[in-house]
């Protein structure tokens, strides 16, 4: 593009711009001027209670249902992809293919059920010790340690059982799920067409993240003015958004810096 055309692409994309940052400024002025006249702060006890109840009496059970159900959905679905596996030819792409969503289904549950884990036995923890001063607290959360392990063993085999299959359909991946470089292994072992594939969902990841970030950046803002929540969410937000994007910008410029190399 030359100057004028930059010049023509800026005018035309301020003014949605300007309009996205006068509706935000008018909607956290009428959030802010409305917590102080209703005295939205004073729901931060009734809030900090709820949670209280739902990390003792509900996330630990969560935890304890989700490591009973996860394995048998995952063991069903893993079942049905070996079957659909012992009729491949090698060349059926179509078979391939099926058998591939269905591995991918089972990766998907397992890592979204490891974090939902982790979240929910840090809800467990955020009684603090007063917890093991009571036996009616005590109970539930030892029962959420034991589900939270139970949780992650199974999602470490279920996923190397799926890693497993992968390879046995594709001789070059010879990464074991268990070795520290795994990733960058794996990678380095798939072609050309894997790698693309590889970079288009790795932005759209990084692009989710970012705005997801900015969300929840500006709706913690508000809640610490408004319940008092204080700043340490907003860090642990900011942290992850500082490392997507610095991770990011850092391969940008290795990469962009080889390219030029090349030419």
Not at 39 to 62: E, M, Q
Not at 84 to 111: F, H, Q, R
Not at 242 to 253: G, H, I, P, T
Request: hydrophobic share 50%; glycine share 4%.
């Amino acid at each position: 593009m030359n100057k004028n055309e930059i010049k023509m692409a800026n005018r035309k994309a301020v003014p949605k711009f300007l309009l996205i940052m006068l509706l935000s400024l008018i909607v956290g002025g009428a959030v802010g001027f409305f917590s102080a006249k209703f005295s939205l702060n004073a729901l931060s006890d009734s809030l900090k209670s709820a949670g209280t109840f739902f990390g003792v009496y509900i996330a630990p059970y969560l935890m304890l249902a989700m490591a009973i159900v996860i394995p048998i959905v995952c063991i069903l679905l893993y079942k049905s992809a070996k079957k659909i596996l012992s009729s491949w030819d090698g060349e059926d792409e179509d078979v391939y293919n099926a058998a591939d969503k269905k591995l991918s289904v089972i990766m998907w549950i397992t890592g979204a059920a490891l974090i939902l884990s982790f979240f929910l036995i840090t809800a467990s923890y955020s009684v603090g010790f007063s917890a093991f001063e009571s036996k009616r607290h005590t109970l539930p959360v030892l029962v959420g340690i034991a589900s939270f392990f139970c949780i992650l063993i199974e999602s470490v085999l279920i996923q190397q059982k799926c890693v497993d299959a992968v390879k046995a359909m594709n001789p070059e991946k010879t990464a074991s799920v268990y070795d520290t470089k795994f990733q960058k292994k794996w990678l380095d072992s798939c072609d050309e067409a894997e790698k693309i594939m590889v970079g288009k969902c790795s932005y759209k990841a990084y692009a989710a993240t970012n705005t997801v970030c900015l969300i929840l950046s500006v709706v913690l803002a508000v809640c610490a003015l408004t319940f008092e929540t204080g700043f340490l969410p907003s860090l642990a937000v900011c942290l992850i958004w500082l490392v997507n994007q610095s991770a990011y910008l850092k391969e940008a410029m290795k990469y962009s810096k080889a390219g030029n190399k090349i030419s």
